[in-house]
């Protein structure tokens, strides 16, 4: 049964008039009329008496009918409209966005804030890197963009630098470089320390960053690929380890002791996405994550 012709008929039984239910439904009065008469001719009755409108017993036992039918017609298209919205907005690619450590420190909830703030519509997926995870991350595509540290030395790869920090060692609150956490230490003092093995996977350039251009040569007999790992090695007294001045605010765990290397070079803190990357929310994360940089990174060296 053609549903238009329902729906005419029931816009004239509520209308009461054949002109008013053509104009009601944006269709020409003989097109009603016609709806009308082809019903009829289907259900094999008449429906309606003409001049004035009224019903006849058949037309009566059909109206309730007529209106299930739309009514039920109606719903389906609602839900498969929902159904369409739902799709719409599965189909909204995550913004996935990898943090090594605490990342740049304060920069990157401020990033992910701006973004969020800018993008709501776009969900925000965030994934921790391990040591190993510099380069493999984006070229993997398991993330869009990458707050790492120091910058990955590879063609795939395209960094923007968002903080330039001091070094630091981590080290037990027993070990005799403790009490220089206030005046710090060479990298001659640090030469001796255990400090924690790497996968062989690790990128070289992390490995120099790590052991200051393997200055610091004595390794400890444990391994870690993340802060954490690290931190238990330091508490423990198992381990030692480096990383930037912001490393101490975001790990203060109690027997670490953060030491000042005064004459390692500055190391940068990064920002890094895929050298061919073509997806526009990329492009936006990297603005606004560049314009918090150069508005906030000064404090976050301090």
């Not at 498969?80 to 966005?97: F, I, N, W």
């Not at 981590?170 to 230490?185: K, Q």
């Not at 027997?255 to 070079?265: H, K, M």
């Amino acid at each position: 049964m053609d549903l238009r012709l329902l729906s005419s008929f029931l816009a004239v039984v509520e209308e009461g008039h054949f002109g008013r239910a053509a104009a009601r439904l944006f269709l020409s009065p003989p097109a009603v009329t016609q709806h009308v008469r082809r019903l009829e001719s289907e259900v094999g009755a008449r429906l309606l008496h003409r001049n004035p409108v009224s019903l006849t017993p058949a037309g009566a036992r059909l109206v309730g009918h007529a209106r299930t039918l739309l009514a039920v017609a109606n719903a389906a298209m609602d839900d498969m409209a929902e159904l369409a919205q739902e799709r719409e907005a599965a189909a909204v690619r995550p913004l996935r966005v990898g943090i090594m450590g605490h990342g740049s420190a304060e920069l990157t909830p401020a990033a992910l804030s701006a973004y969020r703030r800018a993008r709501p519509e776009v969900p925000v997926e965030l994934r921790q890197l391990d040591f190993t995870e510099h380069v493999t991350a984006l070229v993997e595509d398991s993330v869009d963009v990458a707050f790492v540290r120091p910058p990955p030395e590879d063609e795939r790869i395209t960094t923007d630098v968002l903080t330039t920090e001091q070094r630091i060692v981590a080290v037990h609150e027993s070990s005799p470089l403790a009490d220089a956490r206030d005046l710090g230490v060479r990298v001659a003092d640090v030469a001796d320390l255990p400090f924690f093995r790497i996968p062989p996977h690790t990128p070289r350039h992390f490995a120099d960053y790590l052991y200051f251009n393997d200055e610091a040569q004595r390794r400890s007999r444990d391994y870690a690929l993340t802060p954490q790992e690290v931190l238990t090695g330091v508490v423990t007294g198992r381990a030692a380890g480096s990383g930037l001045k912001s490393f101490a605010r975001y790990y203060g765990w109690p027997g670490a002791v953060f030491v000042p290397v005064l004459d390692a070079p500055w190391e940068n803190s990064c920002l890094a996405i895929r050298a061919d990357e073509v997806n526009p929310e990329v492009r936006i994360f990297r603005a606004l994550t560049i314009a918090l940089a150069q508005e906030l990174g000064p404090f976050v060296a301090r």
